[in-house]
């Protein structure tokens, strides 16, 4: 079992900022990337950004400049910083971890619960 516990979400005004965590924990052995993923009322999940266990970053055109994502891996863990957010982020934010089980080593897909962020105009 592996498990994703994401928190940091809210409420904000428009410019503020939030910052999100996500950890994994359980039968993981090591993880090959990490992300976040967003979905807005009647719209479909979308990709936020994503990080590699190499470091490599990939962010939606709509965030780039604005959020930054990092990880840790040693602890399991990726960050994202929310700076300068707008109405149009409103929406429940997901941890996605692709990674190797330890039980027989498939590279699987998990995902968080997700946590609610709120931009306020």
């Known amino acids: 079992q592996v498990q994703l516990v994401e928190s940091g979400g809210g409420l904000v005004q428009a410019g503020g900022s939030l910052r999100l965590s996500c950890a994994a924990s359980g039968s993981i052995f090591s993880i090959n990337a990490m992300g976040w993923y967003r979905q807005a009322p009647g719209k479909q999940r979308e990709l936020v950004a994503a990080?590699?266990?190499?470091?490599?970053?990939n962010y939606a055109d709509s965030v780039k400049g604005r959020f930054t994502i990092s990880s840790d891996n040693a602890k399991k863990t990726v960050y994202l910083q929310m700076n300068s957010l707008k109405p149009e982020d409103t929406a429940v934010y997901y941890c996605?971890?692709?990674?190797?089980?330890?039980?027989?080593?498939?590279?699987?897909?998990?995902w968080g619960q997700g946590t609610q962020v709120t931009v306020s105009s």
């Open positions: 996605n971890v692709e990674g190797y089980r330890s039980d027989d080593f498939a590279l699987s897909d998990y």
């Open positions: 990080i590699t266990g190499g470091g490599y970053t």
